[in-house]
């Protein structure tokens, strides 16, 4: 068994904001160590048969919220000898579930800058209801202004990474070997 499979490190769970890179860290990661790939998000999509900017529209945040959470149950029931768990910014972000990830599996906080945040949200398009309609100026102001609520749910994880790194393969590449590295001496601890 690889050293990093030991323990905790059977689970990685990545938090952070919209665009932090969560699901392309998480699946080059998972790759990398041999280990499954959940995205919360897509498996919300595949579980209501809808994407989630359907669902937001046809049901509002609070019914999405309430699926997500149900989801995250069913995903944290289901992981284990080695997944790592990418969810969405939101997920993290109410009382009681860092501890609960915490207690699961090794907890990766992925944060960038303001700027990038806004740069890869514009690039990534339309995808995300919260973002939506927003100028570039909004948005930046919109982000700040999240990141204050959220950050302080998303300090709680056990690793606080930098992805601002992630805009080619070689980049992707040479995060993941850093990534690894940090979670093997914090598995050791
Ligand atoms: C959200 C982030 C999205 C998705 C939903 C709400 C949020 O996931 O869950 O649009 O509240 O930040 P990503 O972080 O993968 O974009």
């Given amino acids: 068994m690889p050293e990093i499979a030991k323990g905790r490190g059977d689970t990685i769970i990545l938090v952070g904001f919209m665009a932090s890179g969560k699901t392309t860290l998480g699946e080059a990661l998972a790759d990398a160590l041999g280990y499954r790939f959940t995205d919360l998000d897509r498996y919300i999509e595949r579980k209501e048969g809808k994407s989630i900017a359907e669902i937001f529209a ?28 990418a969810l969405g910014g939101g997920t993290p972000c109410r009382e009681g579930v860092m501890e609960r990830l915490n ?10 800058s303001v700027e990038r945040f806004a740069e890869r949200i514009i690039l990534q398009g339309a995808t995300r209801p919260l973002a939506a309609g927003k100028s570039a100026d ?7 202004a999240m990141l204050e609520k959220r950050n302080p749910y998303y300090g709680k994880a056990a690793i606080r990474f930098d ?10 590449a040479d995060s993941v ?13």
């Fill in 177 to 189: 070997k850093r990534l690894t590295e940090i979670i093997r001496r914090k598995n050791a601890e």
């Fill in 103 to 112: 207690a699961k599996g090794i907890t990766v906080h992925l944060d960038t």
């Fill in 138 to 144: 909004e948005l930046t102001a919109y982000i700040a």
């Fill in 163 to 172: 992805s601002t790194r992630l805009e080619n393969e070689e980049q992707v």
């Fill in 58 to 85: 046809a049901r509002g945040e609070s019914a999405f919220r309430a699926a997500e959470a149900r989801a995250l149950d069913e995903v944290l029931a289901d992981s284990g000898r080695g997944v790592v768990l």
